[in-house]
């Protein structure tokens, strides 16, 4: 079992900036992939961004060129730094991480909330 610890959520204006962080309790190098996902009221969970083991990150359409996925190796903990917010980033979001085996682990979630 694999526990990932979240925080960084809150109530922002659009416009502003909010960042997430999230600890997994192995290390990084135990990791293929470290992902958030998002789920707004009523919606379907949807991909966020995502970023390998080797550093490659990928961002989903809605979100690219305002939200960005890293990670400090020295913390085990990865993050997404969200700028530019919108109404529509209201939601809960939540990380997730794989491990070598395919094996997925999901973060408790944390809510961002967006409004004017």
């Known amino acids: 079992q694999v526990d990932l610890v979240e925080s960084g959520g809150g109530l922002v204006q659009p416009g502003g900036s909010l960042r997430l962080s999230c600890t997994p309790s192995?290390?990084?190098?135990?990791?293929?992939?470290m992902r958030w996902y998002r789920q707004a009221p009523g919606k379907e969970r949807e991909f966020v961004a995502s970023?390998?083991?080797?550093?490659?990150?990928d961002h989903s359409d809605s979100v690219k060129g305002r939200f960005a996925i890293s990670r400090d190796n020295s913390k085990n903990t990865f993050f997404l730094q969200m700028n530019s917010l919108k109404l529509e980033d209201t939601a809960v979001y939540y990380c997730?991480?794989?491990?070598?085996?395919?094996?997925?682990?999901w973060g408790q979630g944390t809510q961002v909330s967006v409004f004017s």
């Open positions: 970023i390998t083991n080797v550093g490659i990150s």
């Open positions: 192995i290390s990084f190098f135990r990791l293929s992939y």
């Open positions: 997730n991480v794989e491990n070598h085996l395919g094996e997925e682990y």
